[in-house]
């Protein structure tokens, strides 16, 4: 089971995000937790994390949440993002972690 985590600006526009990743996942039988939350909780939430994904918004933080955290940090892409394509995030997620 793996454990995605999503950080944006205060974990409120990547829910939505969420939900639609949980559906592919689900469709995909992808057995995985995933939830949203602020970029300043990425300490507490990431720690266990296998990996986190920011907010195209919050992408200036890359570096400082690899610092933070022992998993792959990646960016969603910004048309995945937008368009809330959790299938397009669930088959990156795969792809980073060789799933």
């Known amino acids: 089971m793996r454990k995605i985590i999503l950080l944006c600006s205060a974990g409120m526009s990547t829910s939505m995000l969420v939900e639609k990743m949980k559906q592919a996942a689900q469709a ?13 909780e990425a300490a507490e939430y990431g720690a266990d994390a296998d990996i986190v994904l920011l ?13 933070i955290v022992s998993c792959p940090v990646e960016v969603i892409d910004m048309a995945a993002y937008g368009l809330m394509d959790g299938k397009k995030v669930i088959a990156f997620v795969k792809k980073v972690l060789g799933d």
């Open 55 to 67: 907010g195209p918004q919050v992408r200036f933080n890359l570096s400082k949440v690899k610092g």
């Open 28 to 40: 995909e039988n992808y057995e995985c937790t995933i939830s949203a939350h602020a970029i300043a």
